[in-house]
């Protein structure tokens, strides 16, 4: 590396910001980091949930009993539901999007924009909704001025991760609800029949 890079390296490095400096590089490896942390947390739901279910769906189609006769496709449908949701939260994709335009997603990055005028590092809420171009466009105007290749690319892998992280948390949310909102629903069914068959 001759000295002009090493300069504009250390240029890079050194980013004035309201009278203080912004390491780029350092910025965008604290939010990767917290991004991966994110991630990581999420992954312990899934073997959880998944172990119940499908030993749920063993035991009802091995068992004998005449218990569930009368609810036994009422259960399989609403336990293959939540297969179906489980495995759609955690399918992978070859590129996370970051929405251009989408109503509901417009409007959540308009409330989005108010709250957070800036990028905050340390507060995913102020980028997580951001399209892939207005993140670019927010981290420069964070940092005061356009960002190198090299960082170009590292923001945009960056960002990759924070629309995966979205994504994932969207459809674990969904999953969430098809649970709890069955598993409610089925109660609710076997306590009614239950006081029926008690009168």
Not at 121 to 150: G, H
Not at 160 to 183: D, H, P
Request: charged share 25%.
């Amino acid at each position: 590396m001759d000295r002009k890079d090493k300069k504009r390296t250390a240029r890079a490095r050194r980013i004035r910001n309201s009278g203080e400096y912004v390491d780029v590089s350092f910025t965008i490896k604290q939010m990767e980091k917290m991004i991966d942390e994110k991630l990581q947390s999420m992954k312990f739901f899934i073997p959880f949930v998944l172990t119940i279910v499908t030993s749920l769906l063993a035991y009802l189609f091995t068992t004998t009993s005449n218990a569930f006769d009368d609810y036994i496709y009422i259960i399989v449908a609403y336990l293959l539901l939540c297969l179906g949701s489980i495995l759609r939260a955690y399918k992978p994709s070859n590129r996370y999007i970051g929405k251009e335009s989408w109503f509901k997603f417009e409007k959540k990055l308009k409330r989005n924009l108010e709250f957070y005028p800036d990028i905050q590092p340390w507060n995913m809420e102020s980028y997580i909704n951001l399209s892939d171009t207005e993140f670019i466009t927010r981290l420069e105007k964070f940092v005061s001025r356009k960002l190198y290749q090299d960082e170009l690319m590292s923001a945009q892998f960056l960002k990759q991760k924070i629309n995966e992280y979205r994504y994932k948390k969207r459809n674990i949310s969904i999953s969430y609800t098809v649970i709890i909102v069955g598993a409610l629903a089925l109660a609710l069914l076997f306590a009614i029949e239950y006081v029926w068959s008690v009168m």
